[in-house]
């Protein structure tokens, strides 16, 4: 008998325990590497979709067997409890929030970061570090079931990382939003000027502010407006032209996901553009399903492509620059561009919305 969401007991247990051992993955690998695990697995199951569609002349029996290796493959691995980023992903956010407290992480050298905005690291195997990794994929799929279970129109991973990395800051006695120590939460000049931090708390612990920037924007190389603005929207019309020659919601995410792997290996400038290709296929997805053109839908992907990249710069100056925790700008974006992408469905201006749940 389901209780929850169409769940049963034995499918909520299943799902608690694989979840765990996720959270506990991705704090194990790193929250970045987990993440780019997921953009393989998605291009891999997208791949296998594809080829279930287009493949002609192998049988039915190829056609099927793609079929299931492709939904096989993106649903239960890369957005399940295995490389979900609400779960794995999530987990490494909440482990290295609770290792930089903890002696988990290395100290850091003069300019870096806050150690617990260091997602590339990978936290080994201490069990202590681990558990918080299970815990909060766990708590990461509690939210992304509840958040689809109640048909929000909201992309439900998204929601999860989103929440996640909040409580892990609240848990561990971190600021929830930090303190700007320039003209406001959108000035990121002190980065630009090399100002330094003074010597205060955070969180109850000192921080030896003389290493860290004042300003800490989430990529360096990728925050001035007009830039974000022109890769979402190179980034946005190459998606919804992917949508429009195979038919994949996913694709462009998986390619963009992926990429992350060179920035995780240090190649330096890698822009991040998972929350522009994301929400550029959906609307160029909407479009197309009602009739519109090609054209029309590479405009409208270059839109919501720059849309997703704005977003994700307003989130990183508010929640990431002057935090101490790593504060996922892109997952935020993907929440608010999923939901605008939602309430133009329910308004009837398109009749779907991509991947986006709707009531």
Not at 41 to 53: C, D, F, I, K, R
Not at 118 to 128: F, Q, V
Not at 181 to 196: A, C, Q
């Amino acid at each position: 008998m389901a209780i929850v969401f169409g769940l049963e007991a034995i499918d909520i247990l299943v799902l608690v325990i694989a979840s765990f051992a996720g959270g506990m993955f991705g704090a194990s690998l790193g929250a970045l590497p987990a993440f780019v695990f997921t953009g393989i697995m998605v291009l891999v199951g997208e791949a296998g979709n594809v080829v279930s569609t287009e493949f002609v002349g192998g049988g039915s029996l190829v056609a099927d067997a793609a079929g299931g290796y492709g939904a096989g493959i993106v649903g239960p691995l890369a957005f399940g409890p295995v490389f979900g980023p609400h779960v794995a992903f999530a987990g490494g956010v909440a482990a290295a929030a609770y290792a930089a407290k903890n002696d988990g992480m290395p100290a850091p050298a003069d300019g870096d970061y806050h150690p617990a905005k260091d997602i590339a690291y990978a936290l080994g195997t201490r069990p202590d570090i681990l558990a918080v990794g299970g815990v909060f994929g766990i708590i990461g799929m509690a939210v992304r079931q509840t958040s689809a279970g109640l048909a929000l129109p909201l992309d439900p991973p998204a929601v999860g990382v989103v929440l996640t990395a909040l409580l892990a800051r609240a848990v561990f006695g971190y600021e929830l939003v930090g303190t700007p120590l320039g003209k406001g939460f959108l000035d990121v000049s002190p980065f630009e000027t090399g100002r330094k931090r003074e010597a205060m708390t955070d969180g109850g612990t000192a921080t030896g502010g003389s290493y860290r920037l004042a300003v800490e924007p989430w990529l360096p190389h990728q925050y001035k407006w007009s830039g974000v603005a022109a890769v979402g929207m190179a980034v946005g019309i190459l998606s919804a032209y992917i949508f429009a020659r195979t038919g994949s919601l996913f694709i462009p995410f998986g390619i963009s996901a992926t990429s992350l792997l060179f920035l995780n290996l240090g190649v330096e400038k890698i822009p991040v553009t998972h929350h522009m290709s994301l929400p550029a296929t959906f609307i160029a997805s909407m479009a197309m399903l009602d009739g519109a053109s090609v054209p029309v839908a590479l405009v409208l992907g270059a839109g919501f492509g720059v849309l997703g990249g704005l977003f994700g710069e307003v989130y990183e100056r508010v929640f990431y620059a002057h935090g101490s925790t790593h504060f996922d700008p892109p997952a935020a974006s993907i929440v608010t561009t999923t939901f605008i992408l939602g309430l133009l469905a329910i308004a009837g201006v398109f009749t779907t919305a991509g991947a986006v749940p709707l009531p």
